[in-house]
Each structure stands twice: as structure tokens, then as C-alpha cells.
């Protein structure tokens, strides 16, 4: 019997899949027809699905064309297929299969909520396409070769240079190119150095609960350092090792890292041939002032500087970098791997063109603008509905905490999700080894802060009020 698949690619059809062994015995147009049928039956060629030309689908299967074009004249007939002058040989619309095929079964997904205010969800739709494409086309057309074959892992060279460029400019980071390894995001960077450094970190007593999680995948114990509003309680640190920290804008508690904690976190990384790892997930993006440039800055060998444009452009890129002190480079890059797997290169490149043309510039001036529009809009909102609850923090970022009277943040979280509102409380950020130590101002020694994380860059603009407004009916009374 003919071959069970069949690839009727003379220029006109398309390929497709018959198991024709299967269909029993009997003359080949009559296992052909049964075939078509069962194909037609168990929902494998849907209904309006084209047909190969007899003459490609003879040709594959070694059959006569007779014998095809009788076995289509004849499912014709019974209703099984339709054929038109000029739209080919078609599977019939009213041929719905008996027996469909069967799904894995998959949980229930509950129902999505009416609005969003979660954090670090920047809005889709104010993705820069048109600029971007542009972009896409001029790094493809000026692509060399190598391009496309096995990458490096430090990255595309043309990107890095870029970033090496724009970021002394921006952040008033001190590297060249030859110091940046190119990565998936913070996420990967994390792994990466985790791997690499190893041992004990300390970390912020406020942080994303999955870098804590996915620090301890890779084998590293961390310890929480306190936050107050002037930032990380950096003389809490004791001994080498390594600091976690997201000076620009304290996450997600908002306080920046004041100047002389600055100088000490360095002062204490010299001194003890420690490591900050300065997570500047949204430097870029303050309000009420101009940008403070990054810690490494103070010191390129002792300071890794962590970006990506998960934040700036779109966490679906998956484009993150290192600044890496001269020493670690090589190391990371044997982590990663000798050949690039995480970035894709036509990406890498055009991003190296979009932030070479000033495009990524232009967006993030007008995102700016926009956060800044969105922030101004809740402190109004709450002034006038709910002037109980402080804002908290400076003017920076994606997102903004509101600030609770104690023991209310879990029935807020609750009546908001009511609301049809999604809204974190700020004690899923908080370290679950906090207060285990000696007391410390902020927040260090006690139970914790209660408030809200509200992302106000999440929402899509036409449905901004309605979050607002959910919001505030959320909140507790004064």
C-alpha cells in the first residue's frame, strides 16, 4: 500500500497527512476514501480545509490520477467534499466531525479581573510598532552574515557598544562594551551571577519574592537588610559577600538610596572585597527631578549594574544586560554558555539600532510623560476621595505604595478583588526572615508595613478611571 503520508508539494497543493495503513483492506480508491473519510470524521481536516489537486495527491501516493479523482468525485457526492471551478477540492461545511478530538483537560482558569493594578505590567498597547519595525528593517538590511549563525555569549557586539553608549550617557555608568554580557532579562542576570559569586547575599527586606525564590534555586542563601525612606539600611552589613540592592528607586517601597549610603555600600565593597549587584529596573523613569545616575558610577570594579527593557519597551523581548566588573566577565560568559541561546539575534540587533537612533530615547521621554500623567492622576484621586491614605515614596517608576492603617491590608486586598480590582498587598514583598534580628528603624525589627502596591502604568487608558475608582472603593474609611 501507499506510503501513510503524503507531501503534495508540485507547486499547488498542500502538504497533508493520510494513514492510509490504517484504513483497511479493500482497493486503493476504496482505503482512499475511507481514509479521506476518517480524516473528515475525527476532526483532522476541518471543515473548508483545501484538498490537495488530484493529480499532486495522485502523484505522492503512487496511485493512479483516475483513482484519486474517483474517490473525490465520490466523497463528492455523499457530501463529504465539495469542489467549485476555481476554489478546488474543499472539505464540506456541514461535514462536522462525530467524533472530535479529544483535549487534554486543563484547569478551570478563573475569571479575569475587570481591572489591573498589579505592578511591573507595563500597558501593551503603548509599545512603539511602528518605530520599531523601522528599526527591525534597518538592522536586518545591514546585518552581516555572522548574524545568523552561532552567537556570542557576551551578545551582539553592535548592541553592547549601543548600550555602552547610552547608558554613560543616561546613568553615568563608566564600562565599554567588552564589560557587558547580554541576557534574557534581571531574572537570567540573577542565575547567571548566582552561579558565579555563589555563597550568601544580602538582600533587601523589600524585594520581588520570586528573585528571593529564584536565588535559592541556584544555591544562595539570602538575608534581609532594612529599608527605610532614605533606601537600604546599608550599615547593617557585615563581613564580604554580596548586596542586592535597587537604589534608583527602593523596590517596591519607592525611597532612593541616599548619597552617603551610596558611598558606604561602596566604602563597605572595597574595604571587604564585597559585591553590589545594583538592580536599576526603572532608573530611567523619575518624575520630579532629573534621573540619579547608577551607583556603579562610584565604582566600576566592585558595582554590577543590571538593566533590561522589560520595563522601558516590553518584558517579551527578553533583552536584559550586565555591566560587569572587568574580573567577572569571562566567568559569566562561560555560565552562559558558549554560544548565545537566551536573546535572539535579530532582536539584540534591533534593539542596537532603535537605541542608536535615538528612537529608545523619544519613547522614553514620552513614557515618562505618560507614568507621570498616571501618578499625578491617582494622588488627585486619592486627595479627593481617600486624603487618609499617604502616598508614599517618590515621584518614580511604574508603580506607587499607599500606605495603610495597620492591620487593614489583607481585608483591602479582599474587598478590592470584590471590586473586580487586582492590587497586591506590600507584605507578600517583605522577606520572611525580617525581624528575626536586632530591631532597626523602617520596618527592620517590627511586623511589617501594611499598604498597597499599585501599578499605575498597567492598566490600558480607557479603563484607568474605572481602576481608580475601584480602587477607592476599596480603601478603608477614615
Not at 203 to 224: N, S, W
Not at 233 to 252: M, N, S
Not at 359 to 383: K, N, P, S
Request: charged share 25%; aromatic share 6%; proline share 7%.
Amino acid at each position: 500500500m501507499a506510503r501513510p503520508w503524503v507531501n503534495s508539494a508540485e507547486g499547488l497543493g498542500s502538504d497533508l497527512h493520510l494513514e492510509l495503513e490504517k484504513a483497511g483492506a479493500g482497493s486503493r480508491r476504496a482505503v482512499l476514501m475511507r481514509a479521506l473519510r476518517e480524516a473528515v470524521r475525527g476532526g483532522r481536516l476541518a471543515p473548508g480545509t483545501r484538498l490537495p489537486p488530484y493529480r499532486s495527491l495522485a502523484a505522492d501516493l503512487g496511485l493512479a490520477r483516475n483513482t484519486v479523482a474517483d474517490a473525490y468525485a465520490e466523497l463528492v457526492a455523499e457530501g463529504w467534499l465539495t469542489a467549485r471551478q476555481g476554489s478546488g477540492t474543499r472539505v464540506a461545511q456541514r461535514a462536522e466531525p462525530v467524533e472530535p478530538v479529544r483535549r487534554a483537560r486543563t484547569p478551570a482558569r478563573t475569571a479575569r479581573p475587570a481591572y489591573d493594578l498589579v505592578q511591573g505590567r507595563p500597558d501593551p498597547s503603548v509599545f512603539p510598532r511602528g518605530a520599531w519595525l523601522a528599526s527591525a528593517r534597518r538592522a536586518l538590511t545591514a546585518a552581516p552574515h555572522d548574524a545568523f549563525g552561532p552567537g556570542d555569549p557576551q551578545g551582539r557586539a553592535e548592541l553592547r557598544q549601543a548600550l555602552a553608549e547610552y547608558l554613560a550617557r543616561v546613568r553615568g555608568v563608566r564600562a565599554d562594551a567588552g564589560r557587558i554580557v547580554l541576557c534574557s532579562g534581571a531574572a537570567h542576570a540573577l542565575r547567571l551571577l548566582a552561579e558565579v559569586v555563589g555563597g550568601t547575599w544580602a538582600v533587601e527586606e523589600y524585594g520581588l519574592p520570586f528573585h528571593r525564590a529564584l536565588l535559592a534555586d541556584e544555591g544562595v542563601r539570602t538575608v534581609p537588610v532594612g529599608v527605610d525612606e532614605g533606601g537600604a539600611r546599608v550599615d547593617e552589613l557585615a563581613g564580604p559577600g554580596a548586596v542586592l540592592l535597587t537604589p534608583a528607586h527602593q523596590f517596591p517601597t519607592g525611597g532612593p538610596l541616599r548619597p552617603e549610603r551610596r558611598a558606604a555600600v561602596v566604602d563597605w565593597a572595597r574595604a571587604t572585597g564585597g559585591l553590589v549587584l545594583e538592580d536599576d529596573y526603572d532608573g530611567e523613569f523619575r518624575y520630579d527631578r532629573q534621573p540619579v545616575g547608577a551607583v556603579q558610577g562610584l565604582d566600576p570594579d566592585h558595582v554590577v549594574l543590571i538593566g533590561s527593557v522589560s520595563k522601558s519597551l516590553s518584558p517579551t523581548l527578553r533583552i536584559g544586560w550586565m555591566v560587569l566588573p572587568e574580573r567577572l566577565v569571562d566567568d559569566v560568559a562561560a555560565a552562559k554558555g558558549e554560544r548565545e541561546q537566551w536573546s535572539s539575534a535579530t532582536e539584540q540587533l534591533t534593539l542596537a539600532d532603535f537605541v542608536a537612533s535615538g528612537a529608545y530615547d523619544r519613547h522614553v521621554r514620552r513614557m515618562r510623560q505618560r507614568h507621570r500623567r498616571r501618578r499625578d492622576r491617582l494622588v488627585a484621586v486619592l486627595a479627593e476621595r481617600a486624603p487618609h491614605v499617604r502616598v508614599t515614596g517618590i515621584a518614580a517608576g511604574l508603580h506607587a505604595v499607599l500606605e495603610l492603617p495597620p492591620g487593614t491590608e489583607r481585608a483591602v486586598v479582599k474587598a478590592a478583588a470584590w471590586q473586580g480590582l487586582a492590587v497586591e498587598g506590600l507584605s507578600g514583598y517583605r522577606h520572611p526572615g525580617s525581624g528575626c534580628g536586632a530591631g532597626a528603624e523602617g520596618g527592620s525589627g517590627g511586623g511589617g508595613r501594611d499598604g498597597l502596591v499599585v501599578g499605575y502604568s498597567t492598566p490600558p487608558e480607557h479603563l484607568y478611571a474605572g481602576a481608580l475608582d475601584a480602587l477607592c472603593r476599596a480603601l478603608p474609611p477614615a
